[in-house]
C-alpha cells in the first residue's frame, strides 16, 4: 500500500513563506504539486522529474520552487511571496512504477 504523509500547510499573510513537504513510500519516479481552489479546477503548481528536470506554472513561477530528497522519497514545495490567489487545498501527486497517487491535501491560506 502507498503512503503519502503532507505537512506544511497553514495560514499565512500575503508576503509570507511556506514550505509543504510530501513523504512517499517506496520507488518513486515523477513527484509534482498541484492545487484546488473553492470553485476551481485542480491544477499544477510544480512537477520534478527522476533527473531533477522541473516545471512551474506561470502564476508561481520565480516564487515558487520544487526539490526532492531521493534518499527520503520526499518532495518539497518551498512558496515564497505568497499571494491571496495562493488559497487552495495542495495536493501531492506521486508517480510509482505501479501507477499514480495522490496525497489528502494540505490546506494553504493567505489572509491577513
Known amino acids: 500500500q502507498v503512503q503519502l504523509v503532507e505537512s506544511g500547510g497553514g495560514l499565512v499573510q500575503p508576503g509570507g513563506s511556506l514550505r509543504l513537504s510530501c513523504a512517499a513510500s517506496?520507488?518513486?519516479?515523477?513527484m509534482g504539486w498541484y492545487r484546488q481552489a473553492p470553485g476551481k479546477q485542480r491544477e499544477l503548481v510544480a512537477g520534478?522529474?527522476?533527473?531533477?528536470?522541473?516545471n512551474y506554472a506561470d502564476s508561481v513561477k520565480d516564487r515558487f520552487t520544487i526539490t526532492r530528497d531521493n534518499a527520503k522519497n520526499t518532495v518539497y514545495l518551498q512558496m515564497n511571496s505568497l499571494k491571496s490567489e495562493d488559497t487552495a487545498v495542495y495536493y501531492c501527486?506521486?508517480?510509482?512504477?505501479?501507477?499514480?497517487?495522490w496525497g489528502q491535501g494540505t490546506q494553504v491560506t493567505v489572509s491577513s
Open positions: 501527486r506521486v508517480v510509482k512504477p505501479t501507477g499514480v497517487y
Open positions: 517506496g520507488a518513486i519516479l515523477g
Open positions: 520534478i522529474s527522476p533527473g531533477d528536470s522541473t
